[in-house]
């Protein structure tokens, strides 16, 4: 199971949002990659990259200051935010990142999800955000009556790589992450999990550790990192201490 910090991009700079509101954004660097090289220097073994102006408008805004840090950094980087086209899949993986996530896209049209996954095997991850357990699209502007677990069933046998689940309700707030909601999840699909939103104290790291779901093999670490509540460290050696 890994740390994976996050960064964050909108109007070209590294933030984060609460709730995934374009309103409610805190500034923490004018330079994304300077943030993500800090993550690499930190010895993370995989950062998590999202273009939240992509994500809103449903197209990369940020494509090549992206590319320019996945072909910078020393340490796997996946990327997601306004993917929703096989060219600019491609043009991230030929950059260098270790894999794409699809977002929105999954949820409209599972047919380019299994188009993708035959063309990038091992390559695409979906990104299932939900509130309340129902699936939140568009840059999370949008909540269907769709409910997570029901579309990780609906993808898995297209061939995805595996789904990073965010309880929206909890991203940003510093509240602990829904760990009912997540062993929901998880008990849906068997394929690999990354766990977002919501890890604010080392404790929050213990208690997903102490889940012992299997196909969890991670978690996303965004604002507590950068407010400092624990280093990239601490919550590492939190992990290897409950994961055993």
């Not at 297209?158 to 991203?171: E, K, Q, W």
Request: hydrophobic share 40%.
């Amino acid at each position: 199971m890994k740390i994976i910090p996050a960064v964050d991009v909108k109007g070209g700079k590294c933030v984060r949002l609460k709730q995934g509101r374009a309103d409610q954004e805190t500034v923490y660097s004018d330079d994304p990659l300077e943030m993500a090289l800090h993550w690499d220097e930190q010895d993370a073994r995989l950062i998590h990259i999202v273009d939240l102006d992509g994500a809103f408008d449903g197209k990369p805004v940020n494509l090549e200051l992206i590319k320019n840090i996945v072909y910078n950094c020393s340490v796997d980087v996946q990327v997601g935010g306004g993917i929703r086209s096989l060219e600019t899949i491609e043009a991230y993986l030929k950059a260098g990142a270790y894999r794409v996530i699809l977002g929105t896209v999954a949820q409209k049209d599972p047919a380019f999800v299994e188009t993708a996954c035959q063309r990038f095997p091992g390559k695409i991850m979906v990104g299932i955000d939900a509130m309340d357990g129902q699936v939140a699209i568009k840059g999370w502007v949008e909540v269907t009556s769709q409910k997570a677990g029901d579309l990780a069933q609906k993808l898995e046998p297209l061939g995805v790589a595996g789904f990073i689940y965010t309880d929206i309700s909890r991203d940003g707030m510093m509240q602990g992450p829904n760990l009912e909601s997540l062993k929901s999840f998880a008990s849906a699909t068997s394929k690999p999990i990354v766990a977002s939103g919501g890890v604010s104290q080392l404790h929050d790291v213990a208690n997903i550790a102490k889940l012992k779901l299997d196909q969890i093999e991670g978690m996303i670490v965004g604002k507590a990192l950068y407010d400092k509540s624990f280093t990239y460290k601490e919550a590492v050696k939190e992990l290897e201490a409950h994961a055993g």
